[in-house]
């Protein structure tokens, strides 16, 4: 019995960084759990305020669970953090395959939520912003790729934000 409790002392306590916590986040979003997932992004924004895969994280579950205010907010912060910081942990972001950049994934969420808002001056602007930063500013897709893919659902591509940029022009009137 002594070897029992001895044995099980000696073992190191595992903490979940930003970056697992982020990642397990996505899990959850993939399996279609966005609250749960959610709960995940919002416990790395918590541990680490500059974690800006959690701001974008965040902006995607909360645009699916019909929260588009809360997700403009969160994209807006996500985005605004990757430019003014780029962490390590941003960069290995950038590493992974397929690439994971939250600063593009956050502008292409917020075109997308603008123009489920019914804002779409703002809509447009920030998806000719990802366009541009995608290099796809001439809203060509050669030989049916596109030019950008979201890493996180292979259903949404920059297609999906040229048909937002066209769809808002026409609200616009």
Request: glycine letters at 8%; hydrophobic letters at 35%; charged letters at 20%.
């Amino acid at each position: 019995m002594a070897c029992i409790l001895v044995g099980s002392g000696c073992r190191k306590q595992v903490t979940a960084t930003d970056e697992d916590m982020s990642e397990y986040g996505w899990m959850l979003y993939t399996e279609g759990k966005f609250p749960e997932s959610n709960e995940w992004f919002l416990s790395a924004v918590l541990r680490d305020t500059t974690y800006t895969d959690g701001y974008n994280g965040q902006g995607w579950t909360f645009g699916k669970l019909g929260e588009i205010d809360s997700s403009i907010v969160r994209f807006t912060k996500g985005l605004a953090k990757a430019y003014e910081d780029t962490t390590w942990e941003d960069m290995k972001l950038l590493m992974q395959d397929p690439p994971h950049d939250p600063a593009i994934e956050c502008t292409a969420g917020l075109a997308l939520a603008y123009h489920a808002n019914n804002l779409h001056g703002k809509s447009v602007q920030y998806g000719i912003q990802l366009l541009t930063m995608v290099n796809d500013s001439s809203y060509s897709v050669d030989k049916g790729n596109p030019a950008w893919n979201f890493s996180r659902d292979e259903n949404i591509n920059s297609k999906h934000i040229i048909w937002t940029i066209s769809s808002s022009y026409f609200s616009q009137g």
